[in-house]
């Protein structure tokens, strides 16, 4: 049976537990690096990571961009989005689609 993680700061990740998931709070981004590594050759089919972490372990993420599982998504913190998760979006739709058909020519 196939799990679901989050990585991130402590404050943002306890909440998770609530409903069931699996959280891995990290004090910076070398932990969290270090756990996505770990629990990605564990049974983890989606792993949560706060964009306060992601966007700095771009090239550790990009491992897993192509692999069917596990999907690797950025989610909001407590300080906040920062605008990674739409930007991946964005560029996801770019490739299935070829062409930007959610935000046009801004």
Known sequence: MFKIGVIGDRDSVLGFKAVGLDVFPCKD???AKDVL???AKE???I?????????DMLEEI???E???IPAVVPIPGIDG???IGMANLKKAVERAVGADILFGNE
């Open 66 to 68: 192509d692999m069917r």
């Open 47 to 55: 792993i949560y990571i706060t964009e306060r972490f992601y966007k």
């Open 81 to 83: 989005s920062y605008g």
């Open 62 to 64: 990009a491992k897993y």
């Open 43 to 45: 049974s983890y089919a």
């Open 37 to 39: 590594v770990r629990i």
């Open 29 to 31: 981004q070398e932990e």
